[in-house]
């Protein structure tokens, strides 16, 4: 009926509804005064991620509009927190999205963000999922670990590393730029709380899954995950991960007592 292929119009169909259903938007609807919903990019537990134009310049931007729940709004809080903490870096160097300010609508905070192309599942889907070649992941992966160090640099975890969060700037540009996105789960090094479960199931480094304490080298489990996705366009599976990881209830008490991740040595 769109002309598109059947799983993607029946997502887009679906994303409508959120919208409708839960933060009473549709295509047309003006968020701020000034942004007018062309199209609707994503969605997930805090709201929707909107394709917008800003009628008073005519540029295309992301905004990502959260709902009025005050857990999510606290959330949001945080996220704006983190988001000042990456004003210091320079996005386009340290392979990050670019956050442009927030602003309210109503009783909901909309966050504004450069809008890039599509993220790195959409990428591997285009392409049959039958993995990219080492041509290309290699970039990608030097540029999610650049985006890693400099999230490290400031003392940030993101803790939600997977290929959704990861966005290609320009599919039809070469040589491939992405960044990194979405930074609603990330929070200081110092203040993670152990046993706070983060993250996306099957992306979790061990010590997440297991409520133990954990840094920016969580990050760096997850990227090695996000590897074998680029090399064979399969996701691993998620549900394999988990079960094995909660019957092996002695791993815990290897980790009690020794160093913060026993399962990877320093180099």
């Not at 959330?75 to 602003?103: K, M, S, T």
Request: aromatic share 8%; with cysteine.
């Amino acid at each position: 009926m769109l002309g598109l292929p059947y799983n993607e119009a029946i997502d887009m169909w679906s994303l409508g509804l959120v919208a409708v259903e839960l933060l009473e938007l549709v295509k047309g609807s003006i968020l701020g005064k000034h942004y007018k919903v062309e199209a609707f990019l994503g969605e997930g537990g805090f709201g929707i991620v909107a394709k917008c134009r800003d009628t008073t310049t005519n540029q295309a931007v992301a905004i990502k509009v959260n709902k009025s729940d005050p857990d999510i709004l606290q959330q949001a809080h945080v996220e704006i927190f983190i988001l000042e903490q990456l004003r210091r870096l320079d996005p386009d160097a340290a392979n990050i999205v670019q956050w442009n300010g927030f602003f309210h609508d109503g009783q909901r905070v909309c966050l504004k963000f450069e809008l890039l192309d599509q993220c790195l599942w959409d990428y591997i889907g285009d392409r049959n999922k039958q993995g990219l070649p080492i041509s290309e992941v290699r970039p990608i992966l030097g540029q999610i670990t650049n985006a890693l160090s400099h999230l490290s640099s400031v003392g940030i975890v993101h803790a939600d590393l997977k290929p959704g969060n990861i966005m290609v700037v320009n599919r039809h540009e070469s040589p491939i730029k992405v960044k990194l996105i979405d930074f609603g789960l990330a929070c200081p090094a110092s203040a993670v709380i152990p046993g706070d479960f983060v993250g996306t199931v099957g992306y979790c480094a061990p010590e997440v899954m297991l409520g133990l304490p954990y840094n920016e080298a969580s990050d760096m489990w997850s990227l090695g995950l996000v590897a074998v996705e680029l090399a064979t366009g399969l996701r691993v599976s998620h549900q394999i991960i988990a079960g094995h990881l909660r019957r092996k209830n002695n791993i815990k008490a290897l980790f009690q007592g020794q160093d913060m991740n026993p399962w990877r040595q320093d180099t």
